[in-house]
């Protein structure tokens, strides 16, 4: 089973900024589709972003259009996801997944149901 990993998370003051990074061992990360998820307390993961393979597509959740950005270095084998403009509603454990469909737009497989591997999760807090 591959090993999925999530770092970069912490405490954040609102407006402020973290970048999250994903990597992977035994998993060619550079041949999967990857995305972000995340899940409050109380509430159902929601997909935040995720990036194709070849990093030519990719989408966003309405919520973080504008504040976050994906992207992912291949020769590394990391995907990140900078996030600006934090707000206390950003507050949620963030989940990074991949998906090994061969597909051009990632929008359609950008739902957690589509994922086949995942990361245990890394906590972001905004709150002054």
């Known amino acids: 089973q591959p090993q999925i990993a999530e770092s970069g998370g912490g405490l954040v003051q609102p407006g402020g900024s973290l970048r999250l990074s994903c990597a992977a061992s035994a998993l060619t990360l550079n041949l999967y589709n990857i995305g972000w998820f995340r899940q409050a307390p109380g509430k159902e993961r929601e997909g935040v972003s995720c990036i194709s393979s070849s990093g030519t597509s990719t989408s966003y959740a309405d919520s973080v259009k504008g504040r976050f950005t994906i992207s992912r270095n291949n020769t590394k084998k990391t995907v990140f996801l900078q996030m600006n403009s934090l707000k206390p509603e950003d507050t949620a454990v963030y989940f990074c997944?991949?998906?090994?469909?061969?597909?051009?737009?990632?929008?359609?497989?950008?739902?957690?149901?589509?994922?086949?591997?995942w990361g245990k999760g890394t906590l972001v807090t905004v709150s002054s």
């Open positions: 997944a991949a998906n090994s469909r061969r597909i051009v737009d990632v929008q359609p497989i950008c739902h957690s149901g589509a994922m086949d591997f």
